[in-house]
T-cell receptor, first 111, second 113 residues
C-alpha cells in the first residue's frame, strides 16, 4: 500500500499565483490533516477534516482553503501565494485511537 | 489547550553512547503521547506511542519512552545510538476524543563517530 501520497513533491511559485496541493490516502482513514513545517517551529496544523464532508481550522489557517473531496482525498489551496507561505507542507491521516500517518511532504517556495 | 515542550534544540552524542531526549507536555487529563522521527527530506515516521497501560513503552529501532504523570514528561531513550539515528525527533500530544495533535518544536540529533 502507498499510505499517504502527496503531489507535487516540489513547487516554485511567484507571489500572487494560486496552487492546489493534493493528498490521497488508501488506508480508509476518517481523519485527514494539513500541516506546515518551518525551521524551529515544529509542525503547525493548518486545517483538518475529522470525516468526509467536514473541515475545521487549525492553528494557522489564514491564506489557505481546503476541500475534503471524498474519504480518500484532502486538498489544500493557496489562492494568492505569499512569500510567508514558503514552507514544507505535510498531509497526514489517521483512524480513531491510532497514530497519524504522514506523507513525504511538498516543498513549496514562493518568490 | 494542550502543549508540548522539547527543551533541547540540538543534541550531539557519540556513536554507541546512550541517549535521552526530553519532552514535557501540558494537558489536563491523561494524554495520548507520541514520538516521531524525521530524516532529512522525509516525512515523519512513528517511533512509539502511549495511550494507556504500562508507562514504559517500546518502539521501533530500539527506542523506548517512559510516561511520568507526576513530571508531565515522556522522555525518549536509547541505550546505544547508531549513526543512522541522526535525524530530527518530534514529541506530540493528543487527547481522547480529539483528533488533533500538538507537536513540539523538535530536537535535532547529531551522531559523531
Amino acid at each position: 500500500n502507498a499510505g499517504v501520497t502527496q503531489t507535487p513533491k516540489f513547487q516554485v511559485l511567484k507571489t500572487g499565483q494560486s496552487m492546489t496541493l493534493q493528498c490521497a490516502q488508501d488506508m480508509n482513514h476518517n481523519s485527514m490533516y494539513w500541516y506546515r513545517q518551518d525551521p524551529g517551529m515544529g509542525l503547525r496544523l493548518i486545517y483538518y477534516s475529522a470525516s468526509e464532508g467536514t473541515t475545521d481550522k487549525g492553528e494557522v489557517p489564514n491564506g489557505y482553503n481546503v476541500s475534503r473531496l471524498n474519504k480518500r482525498e484532502f486538498s489544500l489551496r493557496l489562492e494568492s501565494a505569499a512569500p510567508s507561505q514558503t514552507s514544507v507542507y505535510f498531509c497526514a491521516s489517521m483512524r480513531e485511537m491510532s497514530p497519524q500517518h504522514f506523507g513525504d511532504g511538498t516543498r513549496l517556495s514562493i518568490l | 489547550a494542550q502543549s508540548v515542550t522539547q527543551p533541547d534544540i540540538h543534541i550531539t552524542v557519540s556513536e554507541g553512547a546512550s541517549l535521552e531526549l526530553r519532552c514535557n507536555y501540558s494537558y489536563g487529563a491523561t494524554p495520548y503521547l507520541f514520538w516521531y522521527v524525521q530524516s532529512p527530506g522525509q516525512g515523519l515516521q512513528l517511533l512509539l506511542k502511549y495511550f494507556s497501560g504500562d508507562t514504559l513503552v517500546q518502539g521501533i529501532k530500539g527506542f523506548e519512552a517512559e510516561f511520568k504523570r507526576s513530571q508531565s514528561s515522556f522522555n525518549l531513550r536509547k541505550p546505544s545510538v547508531h549513526w543512522s539515528d541522526a535525524a530530527e525527533y518530534f514529541c506530540a500530544v493528543g487527547a481522547n476524543g480529539n483528533e488533533k495533535l500538538t507537536f513540539g518544536t523538535g530536537t535535532r540529533l547529531t551522531i559523531i563517530p
